[in-house]
């Protein structure tokens, strides 16, 4: 566990469905997790730290613990609405739409272009922006990349729309980038992100 910045907290866990580390972090003030994961310390961990309230999902498929939080806890699963279908079955969830304000004062922007329900998360209250899978670090450290060409439909097409989406999310206020698959950047993220897409 990393406290990246005050009360904003990163750490990565393996996720034997994908056989690699995914990323997940908790705004400890706000009591919001997005992309959660058990942490590496357990469950206890939030005894020390503050109870989280509400999980918040990047895409659908991003669900990961968050069920085994939701029983240990008591929180709300919060999902784009177009990405619902997946989640059928598994739990309760509380959808919202692109341009939502969601706990914790947290912003869903549309991203799309990889798949429908793909969002950003703006996180003013961190100066942060947390992405799906549109945008990554593999390895863990290294550049800002998109997922390899085998798990886009039409890559050319696809890395297109996603630099415009991302060019679009330029206009935020933000210094963090909170990835799902990789290091968070922790200064400097929004000259690098500008830079990726560019």
Do not use: Q
């Not at 995914?22 to 942490?39: F, G, H, K, W």
């Not at 961990?45 to 918040?56: A, N, T, Y």
């Not at 003013?124 to 947390?130: S, V």
């Amino acid at each position: 566990m990393e406290e990246i910045a005050p009360g904003l907290w990163h750490w990565k866990a393996l996720r034997a469905s994908i056989g690699s580390d995914v990323s997940s972090c908790y705004l400890a003030p706000e009591r919001v997790l997005i992309d959660p994961m058990i942490p590496p310390e357990g469950l206890v961990w939030f005894k020390e730290h503050g109870r989280p309230e509400h999980l918040l999902l990047t895409n659908r498929h991003h669900d990961r613990d968050a069920w085994r939080l939701r029983d240990a806890f008591g929180c709300t699963v919060h999902c784009v609405r177009n990405g619902l279908h997946e989640l059928e079955g598994r739990g309760p969830v509380e959808a919202f739409d692109f341009d939502d304000e969601l706990p914790g004062g947290v912003l869903a922007y549309e991203v799309d272009v990889i798949c429908p329900d793909e969002c950003a998360l703006h996180v003013p209250a961190h100066r942060a922006l947390a992405c799906a899978d549109g945008v990554v670090r593999w390895p863990n450290d290294g550049p800002l990349t998109f997922v390899p060409d085998a798990l886009m439909d039409d890559p050319e097409r696809t890395r297109a729309g996603l630099r415009e989406a991302y060019r679009r999310l330029l206009d935020l206020d933000f210094d963090r980038l909170l990835l799902a698959h990789g290091d968070p950047i922790v200064h400097g993220a929004k000259d690098e992100l500008a830079a990726f897409v560019t």
